[in-house]
């Protein structure tokens, strides 16, 4: 293929003309009515399909799980836009790879006046130097740059990069678009399956879609393997039950990085879950954890937070269940930490909810923080600061503490704690609390009263 060839011929002719390449590289769309999924970025009017119809953008970056088409999107748009296209690798390219390719394009928009398009797979894997390389050719226009991550780039990629670039977030591919994905691959002579005297099931291609789990390339690959490797019938038809799909998927990895973003969305959707009070998402959140083995003891400290800020004082139970099962799970190990992180899991989830002294703590910290300190009032006082009280003229009653406990079967006296007007928990209708509630109003109308 020579050097300055548009995408559009030579480099589109070898990609689907190649019988070895695996079905889900051959049936990549050429065009942007083709790709599966992604609605929210291309359909018609959406700002990603404005630009690239209008060839209006500079250097972007894909960000999503795997096989939801990034480098599919990358070169259609390529395709689209006459670019010639340059692929690296995260992984595999270095800063010599980067500056060779720069080079290279800068030679072909002088001589040709065509615009490179460098796409960048696995860009979080580029360190720093890496990504510094590419600024200046990214200010100056000599390529256009897209890049592909898996990972949060506002967590991966350096700030002056993502200043350089338009971030949009591609989204699991829908069941249904899937399988319209599948039947069109099995029709496509050109590129597809067309002409083998293939028939599938309806319940195996939903079953490719389902386990697929929104990767595209995860469900084309199966059905590869179902067609290429189940036997012929008699009449030399090949059919795909929903038993031969069963066996032509393997189960999905879990996305899981427990330094990134799967680590802190799942335990926020476990956490808001509970608080939420829907024991059935938590359950599953908890199972989403403890399959991709996340550490139980990290688990078991979010339900103890989590029932000491959520469910509070309507039920104080839920904090001796939660120290419990971070006890027992502690003990045993997996796989029966499962059980006491269910049981509390589920009693935390289904308690009622007050969040009062959390708020109260916060409320009283901003106070502090905020330089509003007060002084110990003088009748609160150690008995040195008493004398020293006097001293300075404070009349002997001011200084006198009165004991709550010689006062009356409630044990309660009036007596100031701080200065009036100081509200820092207020207690909800919720569960127990509804009983402090009670205690606390009876007092205050006591203390009105006296």
């Not at 395709?79 to 010639?84: D, I, M």
């Not at 680590?263 to 926020?268: P, R």
């Not at 330089?371 to 110990?376: F, Q, S």
């Amino acid at each position: 293929m020579d050097l300055f060839t548009p995408y559009g011929k030579a480099q589109e002719q070898e990609e689907h003309t190649s019988g070895s390449m695996p079905l889900a590289a051959r049936m990549r769309p050429e065009s942007l009515d083709e790709v599966a999924g992604q609605k929210h970025l291309l359909a018609e009017g959406k700002l990603l399909r404005r630009a690239i119809e209008t060839d209006r953008f500079s250097s972007l970056i894909f960000y999503g799980p795997p096989g939801v088409g990034k480098t599919t999107l990358a070169s259609v748009i390529a395709r689209h836009t006459s670019a010639y296209f340059v692929m690296l690798n995260g992984v595999e390219s270095n800063v010599s790879d980067i500056r060779e390719k720069v080079a290279e394009a800068k030679a072909r928009q002088t001589l040709h006046g065509q615009k490179t398009i460098l796409f960048v797979d696995e860009l979080h894997r580029f360190n720093k130097a890496q990504q510094d390389v590419l600024l200046p050719h990214l200010e100056r226009g000599t390529v256009r740059f897209i890049g592909a991550t898996t990972e949060n780039p506002y967590f991966a990629i350096n700030s002056a990069m993502l200043s350089r670039s338009q971030i949009f977030p591609l989204e699991p591919v829908p069941d249904s678009e899937i399988i319209a994905l599948l039947r069109r691959a099995m029709a496509d002579t050109a590129r597809g399956l067309g002409n083998m005297p293939l028939y599938a099931d309806d319940e195996a291609l939903a079953h490719l879609a389902l386990k697929a789990d929104g990767d595209v390339r995860k469900a084309l690959t199966a059905l590869e393997v179902a067609a290429l490797s189940t036997p012929p019938a008699a009449d030399g038809s090949i059919r795909i039950t929903l038993e031969v799909a069963e066996e032509s998927i393997q189960k999905k990895a879990v996305k899981y990085d427990r330094a990134g973003d799967g680590h802190y969305d799942t335990i926020s959707a476990f956490i808001k879950s509970m608080r939420g009070s829907d024991p059935d998402a938590a359950l599953y959140w908890l199972a989403f954890m403890l399959n991709a083995g996340e550490d139980i003891r990290f688990i078991a400290r979010r339900l103890v937070i989590c029932a000491s800020e959520d469910v509070g004082l309507a039920d104080s139970n839920a904090l001796r269940v939660a120290l419990a099962a971070a006890q027992a799970a502690e003990m045993l190990g997996m796989p029966e930490a499962r059980i006491p992180l269910a049981h509390a899991t589920v009693y935390i989830a289904t308690a009622p909810k007050s969040n009062a002294a959390y708020a109260g703590i916060n409320a009283a910290l901003k106070d502090v923080q905020e330089g509003k300190t007060l002084a110990v009032p003088d009748h609160l006082a150690t008995p040195t600061r008493k004398k020293l009280a006097r001293l300075r003229g404070v009349p002997e009653e001011d200084t006198q503490y009165k004991y709550a406990h010689d006062f009356g079967d409630d044990h309660f006296v009036p007596q100031a704690y701080l200065p009036e007007g100081r509200v820092y928990y207020t207690p909800t209708n919720n569960g127990m609390e509804l009983r402090i509630a009670e205690r606390m109003q009876y007092l205050r109308n006591k203390n009105l009263n006296t």
